[in-house]
Nanobody, 127 residues
Framework: QVQLVESGGGLVQAGGSLRLSCKAS????????LGWFRQFPGKEREFVAA???????YYAEFVKGRFTISRDNAKNTVYLQMNSLKPEDTAVYYC?????????????????????WGQGTQVTVSS
């Protein structure tokens, strides 16, 4: 069983930066595929970024050039560095994990491909 705990959310002004962290416990972190998703009130979760066990990286189009995903296997932690934040980035951010060596590129974007989730961390960007 893998447990994921996010941290680093908060209130920031537009144009500012935040770094989200997600620390995992249980399982073999280095072989997990890890993703960040976000959810707006009343909406389904949407893909933000993912980093595979192989360190392949995927981004949603709307965050390219602003957000950076990374992982530190020694610390069992995945990060999401968010720069140039916009009010429309305001959401609850979740990290997710899935063990598989066989995910296709498109799988990383899908909520249903991840079977472990954190509790979420609120990010609020003021204008």
């Amino acid at each position: 069983q893998v447990q994921l705990v996010e941290s680093g959310g908060g209130l920031v002004q537009a144009g500012g930066s935040l770094r989200l962290s997600c620390k995992a416990s249980g399982g073999s972190f280095s072989v997990y595929n890890l993703g960040w998703f976000r959810q707006f009130p009343g909406k389904e979760r949407e893909f933000v970024a993912a980093i595979a066990w192989s360190n392949s990286i995927y981004y949603a189009e709307f965050v390219k050039g602003r957000f950076t995903i990374s992982r530190d296997n020694a610390k069992n932690t995945v990060y999401l560095q968010m720069n140039s934040l916009k009010p429309e980035d305001t959401a609850v951010y979740y990290c997710a994990a899935r063990f598989s060596y066989n995910l296709r590129g498109s799988d990383y974007f899908r909520v249903d491909q991840y079977n472990y989730w954190g509790q979420g961390t609120q990010v609020t960007v003021s204008s």
